[in-house]
């Protein structure tokens, strides 16, 4: 499994360029990237599609040429293989069949954005590319909204206003960075809430990196108030309490008794 760059081909490691030359075939996204990225290199091995749509049936011939006694590379367009990407059919199958998968490392769009977003990186959240249907891709963001790790994930140029609107409906005053064209000439990072994104940007090229603040627990506090009491109690009883301590502190956020709590659940 080698990493290759996502946008600057200097970003490449020796590592890389030895194992792509070592081994017999190499399995890629497109040919024609791979194609470009191997001959700005002087390396010339026969390429084989390998992606989302063929991974099922290529997994087999990628286990077959090992089977065989060949080294096989697999490769992304850009980046780590797997990360929103295919190759994990490979590396599971192979592992059953104690084979042998040796990774070597490159450079990550959403490693680098996040390096590079000024926003904490102790505890991430990382989901790569959501639904492409604006309903579901909302629903996911509703899920993941009362995180408090930051959150990272891709979105595609044509969707990515969609998804700010989504953002500035359900977090609106979190911070949040937009990375684009990393490592490329025109690299930027926009940083702001996402209204204030939604007012800069104009037509954007390329994949994008959003790196996203985590909620804060008074943000946290605000929504479960504003909320109903049924939803209050369940976030409570999800966290683990029982229903007398969920009623206790839903009364406490609340400001009222724990008997106005008592009486407005079992009403329901």
Same mark, same amino acid.
């Given at each position: 499994?080698?990493?290759?760059?996502?946008?600057?081909?200097?970003?490449?490691?020796?590592?890389?360029?030895?194992?792509?030359?070592?081994?017999?075939?190499?399995?890629?996204?497109?040919?024609?990237?791979?194609?470009?990225?191997?001959?700005?290199?002087?390396?010339?091995?026969?390429?084989?599609?390998?992606?989302?749509?063929?991974?099922?049936?290529?997994?087999?011939?990628?286990?077959?040429?090992?089977?065989?006694?060949?080294?096989?590379?697999?490769?992304?367009?850009?980046?780590?293989?797997?990360?929103?990407?295919?190759?994990?059919?490979? %590396?599971?199958?192979?592992?059953?069949?104690?084979?042998?998968?040796?990774?070597?490392?490159?450079?990550?769009?959403?490693?680098?954005?996040?390096?590079?977003?000024?926003?904490?990186?102790?505890?991430? %959240?990382?989901?790569?590319?959501?639904?492409?249907?604006?309903?579901?891709?909302?629903?996911?963001? *509703?899920? /993941?909204?009362?995180?408090?790790?930051?959150?990272?994930?891709?979105?595609?140029?044509?969707?990515?206003?969609?998804?700010?609107?989504?953002?500035?409906? /359900?977090?609106?005053?979190?911070?949040?960075?937009?990375?684009?064209?990393?490592?490329?000439?025109?690299? *930027?990072? /926009?940083?702001?809430?996402?209204?204030?994104?939604?007012?800069?940007?104009?037509?954007?090229?390329?994949?994008?990196? /959003?790196?996203?603040?985590?909620?804060?627990?008074?943000?946290?506090? *605000?929504?479960?108030?504003?909320?109903?009491?049924?939803?209050?109690?369940?976030?409570?009883?999800?966290?683990?309490?029982?229903?007398?301590?969920?009623?206790?502190? %839903?009364?406490?956020?609340?400001?009222?008794?724990?008997?106005?709590?008592?009486?407005?659940?079992?009403?329901?």
């Amino acid at each position: 499994m080698v990493g290759v760059p996502i946008g600057n081909l200097d970003d490449i490691t020796l590592r890389a360029i030895k194992t792509l030359q070592k081994v017999e075939v190499i399995y890629c996204e497109d040919t024609r990237v791979t194609k470009k990225l191997l001959n700005h290199f002087d390396i010339h091995k026969p390429l084989r599609s390998y992606h989302t749509f063929n991974e099922n049936e290529i997994t087999k011939d990628v286990l077959e040429f090992i089977r065989k006694g060949q080294n096989v590379a697999i490769v992304s367009d850009a980046g780590m293989p797997i990360i929103s990407d295919p190759g994990f059919l490979a %590396v599971r199958e192979a592992i059953k069949m104690d084979i042998d998968v040796v990774v070597v490392p490159g450079p990550s769009a959403f490693i680098t954005a996040l390096v590079g977003s000024g926003i904490a990186s102790n505890r991430i %959240v990382f989901t790569g590319f959501l639904n492409s249907g604006d309903h579901k891709r909302k629903k996911e963001l *509703e899920k /993941l909204k009362d995180i408090e790790e930051t959150l990272i994930l891709y979105e595609s140029p044509h969707r990515i206003k969609e998804t700010l609107m989504m953002l500035d409906e /359900l977090m609106p005053n979190r911070h949040i960075c937009l990375a684009r064209e990393l490592t490329k000439p025109y690299e *930027e990072y /926009l940083h702001g809430t996402p209204h204030e994104i939604l007012e800069v940007i104009d037509e954007i090229k390329g994949e994008i990196v /959003l790196v996203i603040e985590g909620a804060t627990r008074k943000e946290m506090k *605000e929504d479960l108030i504003a909320s109903t009491i049924e939803k209050h109690m369940q976030y409570y009883l999800e966290q683990g309490l029982d229903e007398k301590n969920a009623m206790k502190m %839903v009364a406490k956020d609340r400001g009222v008794s724990k008997s106005q709590i008592y009486q407005q659940v079992k009403k329901k």
